[in-house]
């Protein structure tokens, strides 16, 4: 992706502007975002405004998990997400102010997905397909109000494949 490949140190503070860089689609069509987008668009009734939002809104939250998973509950883990929330926030102000309540809405909507993952002792059998088979099921609801399979089958792909390609990313620099 080559999101840092200039520069292997970066303050937490410009960690968390260049992770806005993640959010952005890639040129070429071929990145998990726009295979999701794609598979999506395929299944009858579904906005692809909606269907653009809700993998936005996917990508933050992988941001925001993957950071919290590396860096733990440190202050550079929250400087980093400090940076990139206000970087999400100004994006909001200058398009449309609702959607940072909605993006808090969705964070909130993945974080309660995941907090059953880990402490949800009756969801014993679900834990074993691990906490994208949650957020997968999460996006699923954020999108058509329902559970569908298919969309929380997507969902989860794309949650995997976001979580392994920023863990690369965060992991090749330094942040200080």
Avoid at 26 to 53: C, M, R
Avoid at 72 to 87: A, H, P, R
Avoid at 119 to 138: C, Q, S
Wanted: charged share 25%.
């Amino acid at each position: 992706m080559g999101l840092f490949s200039k520069k292997h140190k970066l303050s937490a503070y410009e960690a968390g502007k260049a992770l806005l860089l993640y959010l952005e689609p890639s040129k070429s069509g071929e990145d998990i975002y726009n295979t999701a987008k794609k598979q999506l668009q395929e299944i009858n009734d579904l906005d692809t405004h909606q269907i653009s939002f809700e993998l936005y809104c996917l990508k933050i939250f992988v941001v925001d998990y993957m950071t919290h998973n590396i860096f733990g509950n440190g202050d550079k883990k929250n400087k980093v997400l400090d940076s990139f929330y206000e970087g999400i926030q100004e994006f909001c102000e200058q398009n449309d102010p609702q959607w940072f309540d909605e993006i808090k809405k969705r964070m909130t909507d993945y974080s309660t997905a995941i907090m059953t993952y880990y402490n949800d002792v009756d969801a014993n059998d679900a834990k074993k397909l691990g906490p994208a088979y949650f957020v997968g099921n999460a996006f699923s609801n954020c999108l058509v109000n329902e559970g569908d399979v298919e969309i929380a089958y997507i969902g989860a792909t794309c949650f995997t494949g976001c979580c392994i390609s920023l863990k690369e990313i965060l992991n090749s620099v330094k942040i200080i």
